[in-house]
């Protein structure tokens, strides 16, 4: 089975503003509608057979909202494909409670974003949050890298979430797009770190806001096989970052580069099935 590590959903009613609104202010293009029914539609295009949905509390109070959604789509995964990760802010309260909530109701994980939540990864209230799933045996998926909603801001660049590594070494943590958007260089410190990678957009496509997102181009080929050989191909995830890619080329980016067929196999879905326990589905 194929897995998508990374998505993102919007309810029905709050998907043409959300979408519309982060397109026009990164200067990205969507290429799906950001619903649910848009993701699976995108996955039978693709052959994915599951994606997981990455929910970013970007203010406290929405936590509430956004886990009671979450919920919703996890009581139809089996029928619909679609396995939602859990939301927390790091300044939500009682996170402790939250998480062993979230664990006992049967989400795998959480997703943190540290710049559209305002935290550094390497802030003690973010080390708090991931100390505490990591008790809990929850996956972590973590924004890393540059992002063009906030360009120049560091909050989760390689060094920090080495930072944070150092001080959680949990084997559950995901950073997303290859350890580090826009960050390649810098990224490479993290390779074969405790640690999955996901390949979310790392080798595009971008735009560009004022014709320059980053010195560095996304990464070619050579670069991208190079970087899941460096981590370890047993690490690595296929995530698409969808709507922001179109599913059935980021698989296509993935499975052309030059990886080998059992690494490929791996990548596009053995390692995420392990990683949540769906080997069996």
């Known amino acids: 089975m194929v897995i998508d590590f990374h998505t993102h959903t919007f309810p029905d009613a709050l998907a043409p503003r ?7 202010g990164a200067d990205m293009k969507n290429y799906s509608d950001g619903t649910a029914s848009g993701l699976r539609a995108s996955m039978a295009r693709a052959g994915i057979g599951l994606a997981v949905l990455a929910p970013v509390v970007t203010k406290p109070h929405q936590t509430e909202g956004v886990n009671r ?5 996890n009581a139809h995964t089996r029928e619909t494909g679609l396995l939602s990760l859990g939301g927390i802010h790091p ?3 009682e996170p402790e409670k939250l998480l062993r909530s979230l664990a006992g109701q049967g989400f795998p994980g959480i997703k943190l974003h540290p710049l559209f939540q305002g935290v550094p990864a390497d802030d003690p209230r973010t ?8 008790e809990l045996d929850m996956v972590v998926l973590i924004h890393a890298g540059a992002d063009p909603n906030f360009p120049g801001l560091d909050y989760a660049s390689p060094g920090r979430l080495a930072a944070l590594l150092r001080r959680v070494p949990h084997r559950g943590i995901v950073l997303a797009h ?6 390649w260089d810098e990224a490479e410190a993290l390779y074969g770190a405790p640690c999955f990678l996901d390949t979310a957009v790392a080798m595009g496509p971008w735009r560009r806001q004022n014709g320059q997102l980053s010195p560095q181009a996304p990464m070619d080929p050579d670069r991208f096989v ?19 890619s179109d599913e059935a ?10 990886l080998s067929p ?20």
């Open 91 to 93: 300044d939500t309260p």
């Open 249 to 258: 080329e980021a698989l296509a980016a993935v499975r052309s580069s030059g």
């Open 226 to 244: 190079r970087a899941v050989r460096a981590h370890g191909a047993d690490r690595v995830l296929f995530g698409s970052d969808s709507p922001w």
């Open 178 to 183: 290859m350890g580090g958007f826009a960050s």
């Open 127 to 134: 080390v708090r949050i991931v100390e505490l799933a990591a």
């Open 69 to 73: 959604a979450a919920a919703e789509i």
């Open 262 to 281: 059992e690494e490929l196999e791996a990548v596009t879905g053995g390692n995420a099935a392990r990683l949540l326990g769906w080997e069996d589905s």
């Open 18 to 24: 959300a979408v519309a609104g982060m397109a026009a």
